[in-house]
């Protein structure tokens, strides 16, 4: 079933099976990316997908308009990947493994720049791992292209204030690539 995309989030339908088919439909990739953001492993990924999904799901029935969907959906899904770390960082510490590299590492020569793009990928999510809860939320926001107004609403910060981080945390992220900084 496919729902037709209203650029007007006001006309959304009343019903929360509905509100949840059109977030998916608008934030799907972006919750993937998301909880790539906060999750090295890929099971684990999955798993954090998948709650995200359910919690968006069960909050839509509250959802009252008072702010975008967009905003809606984006601090649900961060503040269930919070919980998440959160609870990562009480269980005991696993190493983290960049992407399986070594089954890549064979087909260098006829998939040279789709590998360099997911080592920079990989690169740059094992930097995101390294941030804060509050500096990896904005820059994965950043990341997807967001405002720092709607930044802001997710985050509870000023727009002034995401702005600033934003270029505190690209510096500091660009000089770590540069430098070669691994986790």
């Known amino acids: 079933m496919s729902i037709a ?9 009343p019903d929360a099976d509905r509100r949840y088919l059109l977030a998916v ?10 909880a790539a953001g906060y999750e090295a492993n890929p099971a684990e990924r999955e798993d954090l997908l998948q709650e995200i999904h359910l919690q968006l799901w069960r909050s839509l029935s509250g959802f009252d308009g008072r702010c975008s969907l967009r905003s809606w959906v984006y601090r649900v899904a961060h ?8 609870r990562a960082m009480r269980r005991p510490t696993v190493s983290l493994e960049l992407a399986d590299l070594d089954d890549t590492t064979a087909s260098v020569h006829a998939h ?5 793009d997911r080592i920079t990928l990989t ?11 509050i500096d990896r939320q904005v820059m ?3 990341l ?3 405002s720092a107004a709607v930044t802001a609403e997710v985050c509870g910060l ?3 204030a995401v702005a600033t981080r934003i270029h505190r945390l690209k510096a500091m992220l660009g000089q770590m690539l540069k430098e070669g900084v691994t986790p």
């Open 5 to 13: 995309v209203s650029p007007d989030e006001s006309a959304l339908p």
């Open 158 to 160: 000023s727009p002034g």
């Open 144 to 146: 997807e292209g967001e």
């Open 79 to 86: 503040n269930v990947a919070a919980d998440h770390v959160g």
């Open 25 to 34: 439909d608008l934030l799907g990739g972006a919750l993937n990316r998301l």
């Open 140 to 142: 994965l926001l950043y």
């Open 112 to 116: 040279e720049e789709d590998l360099l």
């Open 123 to 133: 690169q740059l999510y094992a930097l995101l791992y390294r941030l804060g809860p």
